[in-house]
């Protein structure tokens, strides 16, 4: 081999074992926690609106708690089989009743809950109506001074009896 | 044997309020001059007698004095001394005596300030403010002491929880405490005025000052504990719709209605029965609130241990109080004279609707809040009701009170013309429909909400610049309080943007992390570079270093921990936040993860705006000081019988 | 005038309501469970020699289930009640293991199989058993926590009560105290096992 050739030989092994190292030193980007973002999607839509239930306030979602843990990966397990969101919590619900809901559902239990505040909103409104509509013919429209008024005012003024 | 003295001095503080509820009232009654003279003399020795019980609890925090069972239960000789002070107010019985060193305070402030009102009105708001202190009082002397002896002294206290052991806990409780405590006097005001028969447009303008100070407190209460859990509990959250948290937020709203229903009261003597109802109702709530968290009737992250037998005090003791001043404004109140006439669009009006708004958002938390315990005590089961009710609830509640703050600054008092209205709205109506398209358009998730929330708080503010523009093109000086309601209503608007911003457009990823691997939000990268063991003064922790890069430049090093402190059993998350005008970064430590190779789950949020929550309180704050600094108000009195 | 009364009357109810509101526990959530038929499973037991257990292994008999864990510091608690209790006799105690081999028992850097956590377990519970004393017939081992999920465990230790028919009729989340024995479990018991 001729030295040119040798040299270059030498510089394509260390070219090379400095590419090695460079690709294993290369910072990786992280892995998501989640291994399947579609799956991991239907997840937090799902566990926001399911209660962790040794954590006082707390959606699903959000609670690193263990049973929390535990009950996503069961969620997930469920998305994989391809059952549905009300399917789902119907699961929970079975197993740990209607406290595991975060949102309640709307049935003839909660409705007084759902519809309240629009009803007192409604209740409002009208009472509000009701109110202005007295108010109009209150005292008169625009307090126009007569003239008798007026000299009666002036009157006070000069002797020095305001109030 | 100072502990006892303290105790004795609240005995007597009990007695002092007791003739101060009982004998200013029994003098404008009997119109005894001497009897209502004792009004300001007893609040004031009220104060000095609690300031110094609450003197002795500090001077037991401060100096280790395990002896006091309350200390030992509560503090620690391993706590920094601010925390010692702190652990005052960090449990039911002490927070109870900070609550009546405030109710005091408020009390003889009023004494203090009340120069120009006449004696008897003196005599029956402090009359009454003392017979709720007598309440107070008894409730904490039979159920719930401060000063009871442990015997033999433990040798060492119970540490605070940790999450405790916080700037934001020294600042937090006695601020909301001041507006909890501080819509006493607004209430006081007005069931005298009942009591007096005269409900005339007086209290009200007496009433207002009060009120404004006890909202401003408030309002800082509740950011500065939005602000403490956002930055303290370590996943970024501000806002639960926690029980407790509701508990502060529902006097606040009815706070709010009563300072815009006073404006008319005290203008244009509308509105007096219900003005009147509202300042019952704000401190009912208060009362409310303190019911809720120290019975055990529902379930909160944050309330203090529960104990029915409180529980039956304070309910018996809220009965009383409220059903009294509701039966009294039941007999009182249809005997007020209507105010003059309202047109159907007006200042008035806009007000009017404002406060019914408040009124039935007010509601619809009250009803989630107590659903489940209805529920319960009906026998139909045990449901929950969680932030997703609140939040379908109360925001559609919240955007027509909001939208109202640009008409409702440019109607006139009595008539407004619709066309006039009209025409004036139409700038900032353009304006906001086009912020609103531009939103949902241009950003990549934009969406009706994100739009609805940009176009209402570019409403807002166009609506009120162009009002100071106008109003600066106008000769004479302007009223502080002209701009302590644009500066209110400003920070209302960056709250609202705050809001939108963060829930619209927040972006978290949940990643499992090795050394040197990185995370790219938008244009910033986290890198892991080191985790290490840290010693605290009473914790060990794990310590993660990120290295944190803009667009590929090094910005900063940031360091979440995971903490075990000495006295819990539960790991704490130190979250490290990057606070910026614009964004947040937000780095969450979570577990090492088992495996090949060491790795850690982290979780890394860009919030955008969410500072802007917090800074809309501070100007919220600010508005509310420019308000009460009108002088105006503050010289009212002379110019009113 | 009426509608000033309203107020009133509206705040009366909510005083109501708070009152009876005070003598419940808002912690006490009811299992939707009881009434339903014990959830199938089969798992390990503590004995390697024994085969795998499951509810209809205990069809015919009213029995109960009691969730533990030796990491439960409630348990211990609750332990005493329940050996003093398995002494009289009335009705088998059968012990549903819940999570016993948590995160921080595994080796860093390496996960344990299951066959060595299945090792870990039943070792730790033994000797867990021999010293504090064993009220159970036997111990099933739910080392995943599936189990407990079927079973709406969210608080250890918790126990039910199944009858002859394999249909849960009762459960506690949270310890079981002498009163509660004398109180509810014991006349249940009797009920049951006269049907």
């Not at chain 2, 009220?46 to 069972?69: E, M, N, R």
């Not at chain 2, 005599?123 to 719930?144: E, N, P, Q, Y």
């Not at chain 2, 006439?341 to 007000?351: A, D, N, Q």
């Not at chain 3, 005038?1 to 005070?22: N, Q, R, S």
Request: hydrophobic share 50%; with cysteine.
């Amino acid at each position: 081999m001729t030295s040119f050739l040798k040299r270059a030989k030498y510089m394509g092994l260390v070219l090379f074992a400095v590419l090695l190292t460079c690709g294993s030193l290369q910072a990786k980007e992280a892995a998501l926690m989640a291994e399947d973002p579609v799956v991991e999607k239907r997840l937090i839509h799902i566990s926001e609106e399911l209660r962790c239930l040794v954590c006082q306030n707390e959606s699903l979602a959000s609670s690193r708690a263990e049973l929390a843990n535990d009950l996503r990966e069961e969620v997930r397990k469920l998305i994989r089989q391809d059952k549905s969101d009300s399917q789902i919590k119907e699961y929970l619900v079975t197993r740990y009743g209607d406290f595991v809901l975060y949102r309640p559902e709307v049935k003839p239990l909660t409705w007084v809950l759902w519809f309240g505040p629009f009803l007192l909103l409604l209740a409002g409104v009208v009472g509000m109506v009701f109110y202005l509509r007295q108010r109009q013919s209150g005292s008169s429209g625009k307090q126009v001074l007569t003239e008798e008024d007026r000299r009666k005012v002036q009157e006070l003024l000069k002797s020095g009896d305001a109030p | 044997m100072i502990v006892e003295i303290g105790h004795f001095a609240l005995i007597l503080a009990a007695c002092v309020a007791l003739v101060q509820g009982v004998l200013p009232l029994a003098g404008t009654a009997f119109d005894h001059q001497r009897w209502q003279a004792l009004a300001r003399p007893s609040a004031a020795v009220q104060f000095l007698l609690i300031a110094f019980s609450f003197g002795v609890l500090a001077h037991g925090a401060l100096t280790d004095d395990f002896s006091i069972k309350y200390i030992a239960e509560h503090s620690n000789s391993l706590l920094p001394a601010q925390y010692k002070f702190a652990s005052v107010w960090g449990g039911h019985e002490g927070s109870l005596l900070l609550w009546m060193l405030m109710l005091s305070g408020w009390t003889v402030s009023v004494a203090l300030f009340s120069r120009t009102l006449p004696l008897a009105m003196v005599a029956r708001v402090i009359g009454i403010l003392g017979l709720v202190s007598t309440g107070f009082l008894m409730f904490i002397l039979t159920t719930s002491s401060p000063f009871e002896r442990l015997l033999p002294a433990a040798p060492d206290g119970r540490d605070l929880n940790p999450l405790l052991q916080d700037p934001g806990l020294v600042i937090h409780p006695p601020m909301l405490y001041m507006g909890y405590v501080g819509f006493s006097v607004a209430f006081a005001f007005s069931v005298a005025a009942l009591m007096s028969g005269r409900m005339d447009a007086a209290w009200a303008r007496w009433s207002r000052p009060w009120t404004v100070v006890a909202w401003i407190f408030m309002t800082a209460g509740i950011a500065l504990g939005s602000w403490w859990a956002y930055y303290e509990l370590g996943w970024g959250g501000w806002w639960f719709w926690d029980p407790v948290e509701n508990a502060s937020l529902m006097p606040w709203l009815f706070g709010t209605a009563l300072i815009h229903a006073l404006m008319v009261t005290d203008k244009r003597g509308g509105f007096k029965a219900w003005s009147v109802l509202l300042a019952i109702g704000a401190f009912s709530l208060s009362l409310l609130g303190t019911f809720l968290v120290r019975s055990g009737v529902l379930t909160s992250v944050h309330a203090f241990a529960s104990d029915p037998k409180r529980g039956v005090f304070i309910l018996i003791f809220l009965a009383l109080v409220v059903g009294i001043s509701l039966t009294l404004f039941a007999w009182r109140a249809p005997k007020a004279t209507l105010g003059g006439k309202i047109g159907l669009v007006s200042r008035e009006s806009m007000l009017l609707v404002n406060s019914v708004l408040l009124v039935v958002a007010t509601g619809a938390v009250l009803l989630g809040t107590v659903y489940p315990l209805i529920v319960d005590a009906l026998n139909l089961g045990k449901l929950s009701v969680g932030a997703p009710y609140f939040n379908a609830v109360f925001v559609p509640l919240m955007v027509p009170v909001v939208f109202l703050m640009v008409p409702g600054g440019i109607s006139h008092w009595r008539e407004s013309r619709l066309k006039e209205l009209g025409q004036d709205m139409l700038v900032p109506a353009i304006a906001a429909v086009l912020a609103g398209l531009a939103v949902w358009t241009l950003t990549e998730r934009g969406s009706w909400l994100t739009a609805m929330g940009t176009a209402l708080a570019v409403w807002v503010v166009v609506g009120l610049v162009m009002q100071i523009v106008a109003r600066l093109q106008k000769p004479g000086r302007i009223a502080p309080s002209f701009w302590g309601m644009h500066l209110a209503h400003l920070g209302i608007a960056v709250v609202v943007v705050g809001i939108t911003m963060v829930k619209g457009y927040e972006v978290e990823r949940d990643v499992r992390m090795g050394l040197n691997d990185t995370v790219s939000i938008e244009n910033y990268s986290f890198e892991l570079t080191g985790v290490s063991q840290v010693d605290g003064p009473n914790y060990k922790a794990i310590r993660a270093e990120f290295k944190v890069s803009k667009d590929g430049q090094f910005l900063e090093l940031m360091k979440p921990e995971k903490r075990k402190y000495f006295s819990s059993a539960m790991p704490m998350t130190e979250a490290a936040i990057d606070t910026g005008l614009f964004r947040d970064l937000y780095l969450s430590l979570g577990e090492a993860i088992e495996g090949s190779t060491p790795q850690w789950s982290v979780r890394v949020f860009y919030k955008p705006f969410v500072s802007w929550i917090w800074y809309g309180a501070i100007l919220m704050v600010l508005g509310g000081l420019f308000a009460v600094s009108d002088r105006r108000y503050r010289n009212s009195a002379a110019s009113v019988a | 005038m009426k509608k000033f009364l309203i107020p009133l009357a509206m705040f009366f109810g909510l005083v109501i309501f708070l009152a009876v509101g005070l003598n419940r526990d808002p912690h006490e959530i009811p299992s939707p469970l009881v009434g339903k038929s014990a959830p199938a499973f089969s798992l390990h037991t503590l004995d390697p020699n024994a085969p795998l257990f499951g509810p209809q292994d205990m069809k015919g008999k009213v029995w109960m289930l009691n969730v533990w864990a030796t990491w439960c510091m409630a348990c211990r608690e609750e332990h005493p009640v329940l050996v003093a209790f398995s002494k009289a006799n009335q009705l088998p105690i059968v012990g549903l293991s819940y999570k016993e081999i948590q995160a921080q028992d595994e080796p860093a850097g390496r996960k344990l199989s299951p066959e060595e956590k299945l090792q870990m377990a039943r070792e730790r519970s033994a000797l867990w058993l021999k010293r504090h004393g064993n009220p159970y017939v036997l111990s099933a081992l739910d080392l995943d926590g599936r189990v407990g999920i079927d079973y709406g465990v969210y608080g250890v230790p918790e126990t039910y009560l199944i009858d002859k028919e394999g249909v849960i009729r009762y459960k506690r989340v949270g310890v079981v105290t002498p009163e509660l024995l004398q109180s509810t479990i014991l006349p249940l018991v009797q009920k049951l096992n006269a049907s």
